[in-house]
């Protein structure tokens, strides 16, 4: 080497011989940076990834532990329970669960680490604890594809099936690579998805995949107000299948847009599309409990001819504002039991 002491260049190393998959080489590189240099932490981090790469996950757990002793890092945490997921069940160290939890209790703003919390429970088959951080994952991301299957698999396997059945056709149309997982015999998710963090010692605020994620999903949002407001326009003019094109739209790039929700299950209805329509509403109710959501639902489970649903709801929405006019009504048409 022309510097031997430029220490940066060896990281540049590491970087290249890492994304060649030598992955030997990349941690014999890392492991030249002296232990005085300002680097060195930035250095041992990278060896702990390289270690992981080789599947040495003892000296990689090692590593990352040591990190972390000294100055904690949700990158640190992070990569320590990718660790544990790859080891054997039992393997010294602690649960994937507690590390991925900690990562998050320092960074509450980075979707992979609930990603990775609900990846991990899927895998501990604690399925309702996987839809919950799945859930977030997919709040902080909304275009993460993997995120929305398994949770629509999770979902399946509650018995959510309309629910669930929406977020794997969403995650579909996201990415065309989930569809192959469809017919995997050894099951719909496989393993090996958990993600590592590459950047350690960095802001949440500042890193470059959350400002491209700010972006895009400030993009996203701006246009599903737009195909909202469209759809909104389109159901009060009664073009029910315009509007219904629009608020989907509206619905795939926010997936959790109350109102869209609310606007497809009440044009639904009105077009006798009566479970399409609980569907919807359902989903409405989860992302934001409103009144009108409720007795939408209420409307619909009458029309499904559900009348002890819909008195659910209406006294739900009655508990809540008990002189609500239309809620009374809709009640006065429900036979007493």
């Not at 309702?128 to 993460?144: F, H, K, M, Q, Y």
Request: aromatic share 8%; proline share 5%; charged share 25%.
């Amino acid at each position: 080497m022309l510097a031997p002491t430029f220490e940066r260049v060896r990281l540049a190393l590491w970087n290249v011989y890492t994304d060649q998959s030598d992955h030997q080489r990349a941690l014999a590189v890392a492991k030249q940076v002296p232990a005085t240099h300002r680097l060195s932490r930035q250095a041992r981090f990278l060896s702990g990834l390289s270690l992981i790469n080789l599947a040495q996950y003892q000296e990689a757990f090692d590593v990352l532990m040591e990190l972390n002793r000294s100055a904690p890092d949700p990158a640190l945490l992070n990569d320590l329970g990718v660790v544990q997921l790859r080891r054997p069940a039992g393997a010294p160290g602690g649960r994937a669960v507690s590390y991925f939890g900690d990562a998050i209790a320092i960074d509450s703003s980075d979707g992979d680490l609930f990603f990775n919390l609900g990846y991990a429970y899927w895998l501990e088959r604690e399925v309702a604890t996987s839809i919950g951080w799945l859930r977030e994952a997919v709040r902080r991301n909304p275009a993460d594809h993997e995120a929305h299957y398994i949770l629509g698999v999770a979902l399946q396997a509650t018995g959510s099936s309309a629910e669930g059945a929406r977020e794997k056709e969403l995650a579909k149309r996201l990415s065309s690579s989930v569809t192959a997982w469809e017919s995997r015999p050894q099951g719909p998710v496989p393993r090996g998805l958990e993600r590592l963090k590459t950047e350690v010692d960095v802001s949440a605020a500042f890193r470059l995949e959350n400002v491209i994620d700010a972006a895009m999903q400030k993009e996203q949002r701006e246009l599903a107000t737009f195909h909202l407001e469209a759809g909104r326009r389109l159901f009060q003019t009664e073009r029910d299948a315009d509007a219904i094109a629009e608020l989907r739209r509206a619905v795939y790039l926010a997936p959790y847009q109350s109102e869209a929700h609310l606007l497809l299950g009440r044009t639904y209805l009105r077009g006798g599309r009566v479970q399409e329509a609980i569907d919807a509403l359902k989903i409405s109710i989860w992302s934001e409990d409103s009144v009108p959501a409720r007795l939408a639902l209420a409307e619909a489970y009458l029309a499904a001819t559900d009348p002890a649903a819909a008195r659910a709801e209406l006294q739900t929405v009655l508990r809540r504002d008990p002189p609500n006019v239309e809620a009374r009504r809709l009640l006065d048409r429900i036979p007493p039991q």
